[in-house]
DNA sequence: CCGCTCATGTAACTGGTTACATGATTTA
DNA sequence: TAAATCATGTAACCAGTTACATGAGCGG
């Protein structure tokens, strides 16, 4: 049960969602998710499909479309089964920790750089995240005009971060300019 | 230059901060910090280390404590010219990216649990992350008293997250409490 | 027909984890 | 003096990445 790990769980919820889909599906929607963490790579999804497969949360069937052949995966009832187990409580505290940050982890380093360049660091940080913010602000209305309700919350809590991170640089540097003035 | 990892450009950093420092002080850091993104496990420290001064990025030294062996290792003037290279401007695309969110993760497949079970989640949720936001809290008061500035500084961006998590999960509650009344 | 994207895969690598081993030092 | 914890390490493993290989179908 506790066997899967988080990719796994999150392909598994993938196919829940799409329903009977390719491991090329699941790739693309890794590859167009505005989130990194996962690349989607072939190297991790196949493989991974298939040892879905074999554990029993998947299964799959060939279809050749044309003189193409293409393999198609649905959930199992076990598979679903271990996915509303993942999803529902009890949370794993982890899940509720610190959340990474790779502009928060330089900026318990910034005192290495000169003064005069640390505003420097908090502007471009900031710029660069309202640059990403639109692309969060475009997925959002996408799921909203899906009606994936689900989805479009989760992006909502994205959205929300970003607009936390922005202000909490946007502070950052009102603090760091009183300092160094 | 490009060639070192994150963990490892942390560790460079972790060592810049406190100056010169065994392995085991470096983990203890990762241990106690409210981050869980690295577990700083002895495995991973100890040959980072030495990998890291075979580069040429720390220096250590062999000092023995009473009959106790033990190294500490230093940053050298080529490892503060790497950690304030990758700290400064230009930063990545991918670091203003959408962070990881296992909570959110969990809310796009919220729609397989019965929606009695939703607001239960949601709920759950929010309490843990209370929890954690009083340990967060705790070491932001520890760092603004160590006139750590930037470190305090990196924790008050953890703890807006955090907030807008809370704000985020409350706000979703309502939400469905609205489709499911 | 050439090049691009679709689509499915494999192989080698790698950074970090878990688990183990060992001995010194402190505390009950 | 026994147990706990400090401290330094090693070894095996593993999930996911990068890079490569292959071929179908399609648009210019």
């Known amino acids: 049960m506790g066997d ?19 491991p090329y599906a699941v790739r693309k ?43 198609t995966y649905t959930i199992t009832r076990r598979g679903t089964a271990a996915l509303r187990r993942w999803v529902c409580p009890p949370l794993p505290d982890e899940a509720a920790a610190i959340t990474y940050d790779p502009i928060r982890t330089r900026m318990y380093f910034l005192g290495i750089v000169p003064p005069d360049r640390q505003s420097g660091f908090l502007a471009e940080a900031e710029a660069a995240l309202r640059r990403q913010i639109r692309v969060v602000q475009a997925e959002c209305a996408r799921y909203a005009g899906l009606g994936d309700t689900f989805s479009h919350l989760a992006m909502t809590g994205a959205l929300r971060i970003m607009r936390a991170r922005i202000a909490w640089l946007a502070n950052a540097r009102k603090s760091l300019g009183c300092m160094t003035v």
Chains 1, 2 share one sequence.
């Open 29 to 71: 929607e890794f590859a167009t998710s505005p989130s990194s963490h996962w690349s989607g790579s072939a190297g991790s999804i196949y493989p991974l499909v298939r040892r879905l497969e074999r554990r029993g949360y998947l299964r799959s069937r060939r279809e050749s479309q044309g003189r193409r052949a293409r393999r």
């Open 4 to 22: 899967l790990s988080e990719l796994e769980l999150v392909v598994l919820g993938i196919v829940w969602k799409r329903g009977p889909c390719t």
